[in-house]
């Protein structure tokens, strides 16, 4: 697709369960992101891969949280155990290079756990 | 690290009316700037950027911010808003030698008739 996309747009959970998000970057660029915007805050930076290179995984708020990249595409972001405070809109960027200053976002996926 | 302050997290401004969205930003090195915005559910897009050179950066649909390195801010303005100008402002800030961006908590603009 033209765009950066991301499934499912919206996700209900239990409490304790896994989840798993996924994010395809637009065709051809290197560098992917992953944000979380909680209810009336900014967006909270989780973890940035570009290319092969090892990713920055310092956003990541506690070990439930996981993330892999395969293939230097499509990307998945893994929730272990949620909670409800890890209700939010998750978001995917890229961009064409890590150098590149503008980055293209998805949609987000709204993730609720009850 | 970096850190952004986004002054207002509500403004409601009459059409018409120009409006200013104040970014406040700390950072201990070179950094680029940048307004998102994200419209009413739809993604976040870039709507201007400052890298370097003019200090006084605009969209294509009227926005400006300008740079102040001295008071560390990036301002948005626009002289004349409209009803389609009712959105999520983000300001973020992203070094000049790294890919992660930090953004501010949002401002939302309401422009009522």
């Known amino acids: 697709g033209a765009g950066v996309s991301q499934s499912p747009s919206n996700k209900v959970t239990e409490k304790g369960k896994d989840v798993e998000l996924r994010c395809d970057p637009i065709?051809?660029?290197?560098?992917l992101y992953w944000y979380r915007q909680s209810l009336g805050q900014g967006l909270e930076f989780l973890i940035y891969?570009?290319?092969?290179?090892?990713?920055?995984k310092s956003g990541l708020p506690s070990d439930r949280f996981s993330a892999e990249r395969t293939g230097g595409s499509v990307s998945t972001l893994t929730i272990q155990r949620t909670q409800q405070e890890d209700s939010a809109v998750y978001l995917c960027?890229?961009?064409?290079?890590?150098?590149?200053?503008?980055?293209?976002f998805g949609q987000g996926t709204r993730l609720t756990v009850v | 690290a970096q850190s952004v302050t986004q002054l207002d997290s509500q403004v409601p401004v009459f059409e018409e009316a120009p409006v200013e969205l104040r970014c406040n930003y700390s950072?201990?090195?070179?950094?680029?700037l940048f307004w998102y915005v994200q419209y009413p559910n739809q993604g976040l897009q870039l709507l201007l950027k400052?890298?370097?050179?003019?200090?006084l950066v605009e969209s294509i649909n009227g926005f400006e911010a300008e740079f102040n390195k001295s008071q560390t801010s990036f301002h948005l303005r626009k002289p004349s808003v409209h009803i389609s100008d009712t959105a999520e402002y983000f300001c973020?800030?992203?070094?000049?030698?790294?890919?992660?961006?930090?953004f501010g908590d949002g401002t939302t603009l309401t422009v009522k008739p």
């Open positions: 960027a890229s961009s064409l290079q890590a150098g590149d200053t503008e980055a293209f």
């Open positions: 065709s051809g660029h290197t560098a």
């Open positions: 891969f570009q290319g092969n290179s090892a990713p920055d």
């Open positions: 950072s201990s090195v070179s950094v680029y």
């Open positions: 400052y890298l370097s050179g003019s200090t």
């Open positions: 973020a800030v992203r070094s000049t030698n790294a890919g992660k961006s930090t």
